[in-house]
């Protein structure tokens, strides 16, 4: 498996993303992370490009619906639909459904504990 | 017995001793209240003769409605503000540029002209009071607009105390709001030093935060050491261009976390002011004694706190409360109760301000100076703690300095192997966290659906548009050109950018023209993605 650790929109804050990858990365998933303040579009690229099976997307600034529609969209249009998504950060529980609704696989809101997100990963259906 | 072990990393003992003293010279390492090295605080009577000051972070939306927050936490006995801004603001993004699109007011109040600064601050005297500035990469702009409604505002220069966190070395290491590539990233840090000494002599022209590097998964050694390491860096920048270290050390401040063990905190503050006043006296032969004072906003720690169970995080609020207050904090500032869900609500704010009021007035922490000097343990832990700051200063040293440390990478990188570690032992119950890995009954608490959320209105971005749109409006076009065009050819040569930038800002120029006419010629950081 490969994932994409992605931080869209302009939020700075990447514990939760950095954890996420090296907890990924010693369960034997090769992970590429794209560093602060990428586009949705370069994330899309970027997914393409590295051909990965899971983008993981990571939200702190509440901007989280907006920016996951975006990236779902921008794969669709892009032959990509099959790469499937995952959302982490500052997640309402209100907004978990609609993150769902959008097509996200799996949401991760704030207090998630760090086994359940790798487990999650792992057993995404290819 | 259980083994356990300092968040800094070093053993705690069941039982401490005078042997654990010995080599102590109480005089040279403990010394008195207000007096070098400053173990023991900074003044001589602490809180009894001033109780610190109390400073909540708060801003959303539009500055209408933020300024309405303040007046409301200031009618509750707050007496002094921290002003957060919204992420377009913070990177120099207009509210109307593609970028900023779902992201204004959302996670601090939107700035684009002046005219909101004079919003914000309407009915609230500069002269009076207090303001610290959340704002590093954009903090030479956005403390221009401050300084211009102070002067419309009629306030003596010599009156205006604010504090612009303006510390965009951290911004590299965590938080991430850097703009411009690290040189001229940190011109601009000295440009508003160096114009803040000269024009504006009370404000803390920067706020040296250890807090946000904390957050990011650093120990407490950590903390203080790429603290002490950056206040260096920045001591260094100024002594280049020719400033006497006395004429602006003196207002450098610091913003730390006292979150976790309560007596490990306080240790951590003891030993690092102790390391400040030495690094001061000794390395950058400072003389006078104000140069050696490490000023602290003490408190924040919001990763203390849980999304399960989050009335549970009131209560640890008051123990950060109680830490502050032992370490000897100038200023405190608490993270809500509902910090993991939301924006804070009035009503969260309320409960953090009257917890550090009743830490102040009801439960005696404030009563005498240093209360814990003297304590086998604390003064044990304070010499610790001060060793392992030392060590990891010298691994600063030898990842090249912390300027290079952190343009390669290498700091970044140790503080998510630290965050991650961390993580590993809460998984592992190492680190217990109430009902969240232990008394979690017979399954962990859900999160709490019924905690009131900050309802984010999309109109917030269609009135902040609006705002923009009638300024532009209204300004005069030619002058803005000319101010943009005088800052432009500043950035090229080597002159302080702070007085093209008040021109700039006086013209009502916006954030976002100030910031790409310095984008223009400063170009744009690339981050070293280490894992």
Known sequence: MKVLIAKPGLDGHDRGAKVVAQALRDAGVEVVYTGLKRTPDEIVQAAIQEDVDVVGLSVLSGAHLLLARRVLDGLRDNGAGDIAVIVGGTIPPRDVDELRALGVRRVFPMGTQLPEIVKAFKELPG | ?531
């Open chain 2, 1 to 531: 017995m259980k083994e356990l072990k300092a968040n800094a990393g070093f053993p705690i003992e069941p039982v401490y001793g005078p042997e654990d003293l010995a080599g102590v010279d109480v005089d040279r390492d403990i010394g008195r209240p207000g007096e070098y090295p400053f173990t023991r605080g900074i003044h001589k009577h602490m809180y009894r003769d001033r109780v610190w000051t109390m400073r909540q972070y708060i801003g959303f939306g539009t500055p209408v409605e933020t300024n309405a927050r303040f007046k409301y936490l200031m009618a509750h006995g707050q007496d002094a503000l921290n002003v957060a801004f919204d992420l377009p603001t913070q990177l120099g993004l207009d509210s109307d540029d593609p970028r900023s699109e779902g992201e204004v007011g959302r996670v601090g109040m939107a700035i684009d002209t002046l005219a909101d600064m004079e919003d914000a601050f309407a009915g609230i005297p500069l002269d009076r009071v207090s303001v610290s500035l959340t704002i590093n990469g954009m903090a030479a702009p956005i403390t221009a607009m401050y300084y211009a409604v102070a002067e419309k505002q009629g306030a003596a220069a010599d009156r205006v105390v604010t504090t612009p966190q303006n510390d965009i070395l951290k911004e590299f290491v965590a938080r991430g709001t850097w703009v411009y590539p690290v040189d001229p990233s940190l011109r601009l840090v000295g440009d508003l030093i160096e114009f803040s000494a000269r024009h504006y002599p009370r404000a803390n022209p920067v706020s040296v935060c250890g807090y946000h590097i904390r957050e990011a998964g650093c120990t407490t050694a950590q903390e203080m050491a790429y603290g002490l390491a950056i206040a260096a860096a920045y001591v260094e920048l100024m002594l280049a261009r020719g400033i006497a270290v006395d004429d602006f050390a003196p207002r450098i401040s610091f913003n730390f976390t006292a979150w976790g063990k309560i007596f490990e905190e306080v240790a951590k503050f003891r030993a690092g002011r102790r390391l400040y006043a030495r690094m001061l006296r000794e390395r950058f032969k400072a003389a006078n004694p104000k140069s050696w004072m490490f000023r602290s906003l003490i408190g924040g720690g919001g990763s203390a706190f849980t999304v399960q169970e989050p009335e549970n995080n009131i209560v640890r609020g008051a123990y950060i409360a109680l830490a502050s207050a032992l370490a000897g904090a100038q200023t405190m500032a608490l993270p809500t109760y509902d910090e993991a869900y939301t924006i804070p609500s009035p009503k969260a704010q309320l409960i953090a301000l009257r917890t550090m009021q009743i830490c102040a007035e009801e439960s005696g922490a404030a009563d005498t100076v240093d209360p814990l000097a003297g304590s086998y343990y604390v003064e044990a832990l304070t010499n610790a703690m001060e060793k392992q700051i030392a060590t990891e200063l010298a691994h600063v040293e030898r990842m090249g300095g912390i300027v290079e440390a952190i343009r390669s990478g290498a700091i970044q990188a140790e503080v998510a192997r630290q965050a991650y570690l961390f993580e590993q032992r809460i998984a592992s119950g190492e680190i217990p966290k109430v009902a969240v890995n232990c008394h979690v009954g017979d399954k962990p608490a859900e999160a709490d659906r019924e905690i009131e959320l900050y309802s984010f209105d999309a109109k917030v971005a269609e009135a902040q548009l609006a705002r923009l749109e009638r300024t532009r409006a209204g300004r005069d076009g030619r002058a803005v050109h000319a101010a943009l065009g005088r800052l432009r050819d500043e950035a090229r040569g080597g002159g302080n950018l702070m007085y093209p930038i008040m021109d700039a800002v006086k013209a009502y120029a916006t954030l976002g023209e100030i910031a790409r006419a310095m984008r223009d010629v400063f170009g744009e950081h690339k981050e070293a993605v280490k894992l």
